[in-house]
């Protein structure tokens, strides 16, 4: 980029950069270029046939990152870059912005080749290297992620032939007198810092408690929905009541101390959901919602740093 021009658009962010721009705040959070060597190997133009040079792979992280803060869909996306001086920044102000099939064709590389995981570890990686290790103990939670069923209405369950081109992967499930169809994040939370250790997709009808995300030596906080299961870790599940053995005062005390532990794990489904819009999706497969939920997830993480810097 020519210095008048850099100059220029400097200027014309110094406004908004007054205003307050939040992206600004959580820029230097963590160190973007670590993310290089795992998005690089996603591309084969570097042979002796070369190929159309490649957008800078911190870029193309980033505007997952952007897509998922605002619930935004990919021409949209491209449309608000194009916009706004404060993603432009964030951004770098690059070069050559990315068109929304550019975006397409990222997300859909990282779901087929797994390396969403690999950036999520990455991510993990910085958290411990700042001292954000997990000290008391984790809470695992999940929630529905919600998806088009097709043309029948969205609470009228119909059984395996419900999986239409629209949702090729999803499943009905009921929870009270409601059903839902589409996917469940589990997701796990430690007590210290409430930031977002590991998550995991399925469908919405995979109950609960087949997904365990703790580690051996973890103390892992869990509702009732997990009863009967033992985790990795050691168990802090509450109890309940079966058949002819009531649930005791100490039951009910120990349940008391372990839901306070475990109530703010749900303040990562609140923002994720109210804040990020990512409660509903309208990608079809698992590998392609666990992509979304990775991003949705780092940007939780994202915005409790800044919390965490705040606080400090």
Known sequence: MDTFKAYMLQKAYQK??????????????????????????????????????????????????????????????????????????????????????????????????????????????????????????????????????????????RGIEARTRRSRDGSWTKKGSRSYYGFKLHAKMDVNYGLIRDLETTTASVHDSRVDLSRPGEVVYRDKGYFGVRPRGYDATMGRGVRGRPLGVRGRLRNRRINRKRAPGERPFAVIKRMFGSGHVLVTTVKRVHVKMVFACFCFNLVQLGTLAARS
Do not use: C
């Open 16 to 157: 908004i950069q007054k205003l307050g721009d939040k992206l600004a705040k959580i820029e230097p959070l963590i160190d973007w270029k670590a993310f290089t060597p795992i998005i690089q190997p996603l591309y084969h133009n570097k042979g002796p046939q070369g190929g159309r040079p490649n957008i800078d792979p911190v870029v193309m992280v980033k505007l997952l990152v952007l897509q998922q803060w605002y619930g935004l869909s990919d021409p949209e996306l491209e449309r608000q870059v194009a916009d706004r001086l404060s993603f432009q920044r964030f951004l770098g102000f690059p070069e050559t912005l990315p068109d929304y099939s550019t975006v397409w064709q990222f997300r859909e590389r990282l779901a087929e080749s797994g390396r969403d995981k690999l950036v999520w570890e990455e991510l993990q990686r910085q958290l411990d290297e700042r001292g954000l290790k997990v000290k008391k103990g984790v809470v695992q939670d999940a929630t529905f992620i919600t998806a088009d069923p097709g043309h029948a209405p969205a609470d009228k369950p």
